[in-house]
């Protein structure tokens, strides 16, 4: 809906030399009254300017109702994003602690996996060491009897 246009300070000036400029050949009775009308006409539009103005501010009032409702709103999904951000953040910490501790856990049997190996490693070398080259035992069947 487009307003309509409010007329300037000159326009209105020019309307008015207009009426008053054939005043002089019009009878008293009928100045009066054309300055009347014009009168009433200017007050018309003076109160239709006056219900523009009202329209207009109750609609800027409702565009300011609407700008502050989605502002609140605005704080608020920041507000739970910043709480979900942090309740995230906790989160993954503790799944990063618990993954560190149990990689360090891993760590630690691999290291005494690692020890047990080398000792059996030692403990066959020396076995291995100890036996004397191609002597080895016979079975109990190929032994000559005595």
């Known amino acids: 809906m487009t307003q309509p246009r409010s007329p300037s300070f000159h326009d209105v000036f020019a309307h008015f030399r207009s009426v008053t400029h054939g005043l002089r050949e019009l009878s008293a009775d009928s100045q009066i009254l054309l300055l009347e009308l014009e009168l009433f006409q200017a007050l018309k539009r003076a109160a239709e300017a006056d219900d523009r103005n009202r329209h207009l501010e109750h609609k800027l009032d409702e565009a300011r109702g609407a700008i502050e409702l ?72 190929a032994r000559a009897p005595a």
């Not at 605005?74 to 618990?98: F, G, N, T, V």
């Not at 020890?115 to 403990?123: E, G, I, P, Q």
């Open 70 to 141: 989605y502002a609140e709103q605005h704080r608020e999904r920041s507000a739970r994003a910043a709480r979900d951000r942090e309740s995230i953040k906790d989160a993954y910490e503790r799944e990063l602690r618990l993954l560190q501790e149990a990689y360090a856990a891993v760590k630690e049997r691999c290291r005494a996996l690692d020890d047990v190996c080398r000792s059996l490693l030692l403990t066959i070398e020396r076995a291995a060491c100890a036996e004397p080259v191609g002597v080895g035992r016979q079975p109990a069947h």
